[in-house]
């Protein structure tokens, strides 16, 4: 199941992105509400948070705050146009992507099925970290298995030494 959340007030993109979602559409008026909202989805890797552009000293301080709570969360400025100083600024605070306040299904379509193969990928990605600390694991029991396998040899061999020269 995947989320789109939205911070803003733009009620006819609100109600656009609602229709055209492919997903569960949650719109909420400011970052606290939309916070809430995501605090209870499970996997943010399921979640697209798209965040109105109002003014670019709160919105930066909303996206790095957010970012800050959810590093993996995919975020979605919408705007109607940007200057590519704004677009530099957003990009470092933590956005990923804009979206136009008119946009149609097609694009929302198509960040549904990006979404679905970036969260496909960070499985993946778990899953060759896990077996490599597994492999690691398993080899770093092996090598102690053998030390350990070896003193008891040498204590083994030892204490028959010690016994022969002493006669037993």
Same mark, same amino acid.
């Given at each position: ?13 609100? !109600? %656009? *992105? ?5 997903? &569960? ?19 943010? +890797?399921?979640? /697209? =948070? *798209? ?9 930066? /301080? ?13 975020? &979605? =400025?919408? #705007?109607?146009? #940007?200057?590519? !100083?704004?677009?530099?600024?957003? @990009?470092? /605070?933590?956005? $990923? ?9 097609? &694009? %929302?379509?198509? %960040?549904?099925? *990006? ?17 490599? &600390?597994?492999?690691?694991?398993? @080899? +770093?029991?092996? #090598? $102690?298995?053998?030390? @350990? ?11 028959? %030494?010690? $016994? ?5």
């Amino acid at each position: 199941m995947q989320y789109f959340v939205y911070i803003g007030r733009h009620n006819k993109t609100i !109600e %656009l *992105f609602s229709k055209l979602s492919t997903g &569960v559409f949650y719109a909420a008026p400011n970052c606290y509400k939309a916070t809430k909202v995501l605090d209870k989805i499970r996997e943010k +890797y399921d979640a /697209a =948070l *798209f965040i109105e552009q109002v003014e670019l000293s709160k919105d930066i /301080a909303d996206i790095r705050s957010i970012r800050k709570m959810y590093p993996g969360l995919y975020m &979605v =400025l919408v #705007i109607d146009s #940007i200057t590519k !100083e704004e677009a530099t600024e957003y @990009l470092k /605070a933590g956005v $990923n992507n804009t979206i136009k306040y008119e946009t149609n299904s097609e &694009v %929302l379509k198509d %960040l549904s099925t *990006f979404l679905t193969r970036r969260k496909e990928q960070k499985i993946e990605a778990e899953k060759i970290v896990l077996d490599d &600390v597994l492999n690691q694991s398993v @080899l +770093y029991n092996d #090598i $102690n298995y053998e030390i @350990l396998s070896n003193k008891i040899e040498d204590v083994y061999y030892n204490s028959i %030494l010690n $016994n022969i020269k002493e006669g037993r």
